[in-house]
């Protein structure tokens, strides 16, 4: 294989496959025309080793331990600025001028407020219904109210639809909070940030004026610029591949809450947050560690490895810091699922097993304890996640639909049913 072709033989045939570099990381060897070329396709089950696509937006090396949003490296983008900052760089490429920010604050907090119809959603839920589910049904209802933002051929609609679920998200996720406890909805605020706006709707009632902790509100900022994307997950793929077929982009970001809800991926903080209480103590740690290297108990350390990380999630240390700062803001001197946590990580990560397969902690390790001293209970941390990814969502859907050589996507299979055979008529069948 040269720098930029593959030849591939079968039999004695053979091929020229086309390699195209990206700016940064892997080569992508283009395979289009394989099957039309050769009669074969490939076979990848999970897409370990398939790009679905070119990308502009997030890029992960998963050996050095990196995070990128358009160039710049999350450690920066999650100590020095904020999260409509990463939105509007998500969304548009470039960081915006002061002008730009100001603007694009101003254009989300005026779409923060939904539909008062949308409230009676809610009533149709059980209380104890999972607030994930709330969310999957509730924002793929939102196209029933925004028809005039659906026409994915319109960029001012795109647009439109892009800035309406971005604002909308945490008022939807903090009216599926309060209707999960039996407390009143509270509505947006209009002079407060973004995520400070977030922790009001879910934490103040209206016998009394809640004032938000600047500390608190900081580190929630922070949490949601670490899951605001993260390349072609599991979920983001979902999204690109509902929107390749044209749907609108609320049920293509439904679609995603759906995908994200799983504990292999965006449900692993609330897994992992229920493992270390479930361990309850440093000492119970070498008989769960010993489950999770078991090939017979299905058993996995929650929070621990990554597709594509193969070295510390980047994500994780800067969620350990903040974890480290909100207890200390809130007086929570020894919190022992803490205690377990730094235990199990420092174990793990001297474990043969682990070093072997390269399994470090994930986003997900950390972030339950933080969001448990935050005030959530478990049920909302994946829904704390999807609020935040809801830009990546939209930006890596926006970003497919403006693609002029995006098509349906449409995988085939390796079959191994049956041949073609005739039908049985019932009175013959055994
Ligand atoms: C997220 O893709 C993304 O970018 C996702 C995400 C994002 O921001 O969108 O980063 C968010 O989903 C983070 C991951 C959260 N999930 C978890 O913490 C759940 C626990 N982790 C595992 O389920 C697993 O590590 C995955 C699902 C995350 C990754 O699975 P892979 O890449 O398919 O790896 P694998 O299952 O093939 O595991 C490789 C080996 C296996 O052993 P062998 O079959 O080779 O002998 O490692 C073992 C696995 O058994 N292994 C684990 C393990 N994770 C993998 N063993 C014990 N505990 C674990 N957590």
Redesign the pocket.
């Known amino acids: 294989m040269s720098n930029n072709s593959a030849k591939l033989t079968i039999g004695d045939e053979s091929w020229d496959l086309e390699v195209s570099p990206g700016s940064v990381g892997p080569s992508v060897i283009d395979i289009a025309a394989l099957y039309k070329n050769t009669g074969h396709f490939t076979y990848d089950p999970?897409f370990t080793s398939t790009a679905s696509c070119e990308s502009k937006i997030t890029y992960i090396d998963g050996d050095e331990g990196t995070l990128l949003y358009r160039g710049y490296p999350i450690e920066q983008l999650a100590n020095q600025g904020d999260f409509l900052e990463a939105c509007y760089l998500l969304l548009y490429g470039e960081l915006p001028t002061k002008a730009q920010k100001d603007d694009f604050v101003q254009r989300v907090t005026y779409h923060t407020m939904i539909h008062e119809q949308m409230s009676r959603f809610f009533t149709g839920f059980r209380r104890d219904a999972h607030p994930m589910a709330i969310m999957v049904g509730t924002v793929g209802a939102l196209s029933a109210f925004y028809h005039d933002s659906t026409d994915i051929s319109d960029p001012h609609q795109r647009m439109v639809a892009s800035l309406r679920m971005i604002a909308k998200m945490p008022t939807i996720a903090a009216m599926a909070y309060k209707y999960h406890v039996g407390q009143p909805f509270i509505y947006p605020r209009n002079d407060l940030d973004y995520a400070s706006n977030f922790l009001h709707m879910c934490f103040a009632v209206p016998c009394e004026e809640y004032k938000v902790n600047p500390v608190l509100a900081r580190a929630m900022d922070r949490i949601f610029i670490l899951h605001a994307d993260?390349e072609q997950?599991?979920?983001t793929s979902t999204v690109r591949l509902a929107g390749s077929s044209g749907a609108n982009p609320f049920a293509c970001i439904a679609a995603g809450i759906a995908c994200l809800w799983g504990?292999?991926?965006?449900g692993?903080n609330e897994a992992?947050l229920n493992m270390l209480a479930e361990i309850g103590s440093v000492d119970r740690i070498p008989e769960f560690i010993k489950r999770?290297k078991d090939k017979n108990d299905p058993f996995?350390?929650?929070?621990?490895?990554?597709?594509?990380y193969k070295n510390y999630d980047p994500r994780a240390r800067i969620m350990q810091k903040t974890t480290h700062e909100v207890l200390a803001e809130l007086g929570i001197r020894d919190d022992p699922l803490l205690d377990v946590a730094i235990e199990l990580e420092k174990i793990a990560l001297n474990d043969e097993y682990f070093i072997e397969?390269k399994?470090y902690p994930?986003?997900?390790f950390y972030s339950g304890i933080t969001l448990r001293a935050l005030g959530f209970p478990t049920t909302m941390f994946t829904v704390l996640f999807a609020l935040a990814r809801t830009v990546g969502w939209i930006a890596q859907w926006k970003e497919m639909v403006e693609d002029p050589s995006q098509k349906i996507g449409r995988p085939r299979q390796l079959y191994t049913g049956y041949a073609p055979r005739d039908y049985v008529p019932i009175s013959q069948r055994r």
């Open positions: 999970g993260h997950n599991a979920s504990p292999a991926h965006g692993a992992a999770a996995r350390l929650m929070g621990f490895g990554h597709r594509v397969k399994l994930n986003i997900d």
